[in-house]
């Protein structure tokens, strides 16, 4: 509790507090403090997981997710999901470059969905938000990978239409009917 105090009123840096936990002693009164905290705090985590259904399904949606972004950005990966180098600056690179180029695919097929959402709106179709959002950016039945690529660096002419402009009568056009 002193210790915790201390750090909020600005008395012990956290330079001091990780010297004071990184001399790997076991005796030490401030380590074992910390450790009993982290089983209180893990224990009643899992009594939560375990007791509310909600939280499970809130934290698998959220793992599913991430497990799809991943999976997306290993199929994009180029030569494989093996990084050839050791050196940590490399590999960091290509991790973050595969991310950039896997936001970047995700972001020109949800223009592609907007746009196509729009035209159906135009043409006086209702458009199901439900089913909307049902659609996933991870499509990769569209992406030429290894197919003949051009660089461009010149700004688009015009901006891409990122809103979804749907009218009411347009959207709720089934629930009025």
């Given at each position: 509790?002193?210790?915790?105090?201390?750090?909020?009123?600005?008395?012990?840096?956290?330079?001091?507090?990780?010297?004071?936990?990184?001399?790997?002693?076991?005796?030490?009164?401030?380590?074992?403090?910390?450790?009993?905290?982290?089983?209180?705090?893990?224990?009643?985590?899992?009594?939560?997981?375990?007791?509310?259904?909600?939280?499970?399904?809130?934290?698998?949606?959220?793992?599913?997710?991430?497990?799809?972004?991943?999976?997306?950005?290993?199929?994009?990966?180029?030569?494989?999901?093996?990084?050839?180098?050791?050196?940590?600056?490399?590999?960091?690179?290509?991790?973050?470059?595969?991310?950039?180029?896997?936001?970047?695919?995700?972001?020109?097929?949800?223009?592609?969905?907007?746009?196509?959402?729009?035209?159906?709106?135009?043409?006086?179709?209702?458009?199901?938000?439900?089913?909307?959002?049902?659609?996933?950016?991870?499509?990769?039945?569209?992406?030429?990978?290894?197919?003949?690529?051009?660089?461009?660096?010149s700004p688009p002419?015009?901006?891409?239409?990122?809103?979804?402009d749907l009218e009411?009568?347009?959207?709720?056009?089934?629930?009025?009917a």
């Amino acid at each position: 509790m002193r210790t915790a105090i201390s750090i909020r009123e600005n008395r012990m840096s956290s330079v001091t507090l990780l010297r004071r936990l990184g001399n790997h002693s076991r005796k030490n009164r401030l380590y074992r403090a910390f450790r009993e905290l982290g089983r209180a705090i893990r224990t009643i985590t899992l009594l939560r997981y375990l007791s509310e259904p909600q939280l499970r399904e809130q934290i698998t949606k959220v793992t599913n997710r991430n497990e799809a972004f991943h999976g997306f950005a290993d199929w994009l990966m180029f030569g494989g999901k093996l990084i050839g180098h050791n050196d940590p600056d490399y590999q960091e690179k290509v991790i973050k470059f595969n991310e950039l180029l896997a936001n970047c695919v995700m972001y020109s097929t949800a223009l592609d969905i907007t746009d196509a959402a729009n035209d159906i709106a135009a043409e006086g179709q209702p458009v199901d938000l439900g089913d909307l959002a049902t659609v996933s950016p991870y499509i990769t039945h569209t992406v030429r990978r290894f197919g003949n690529w051009t660089l461009n660096l010149s700004p688009p002419e015009d901006t891409p239409n990122t809103r979804l402009d749907l009218e009411p009568r347009v959207l709720f056009a089934a629930a009025l009917a």
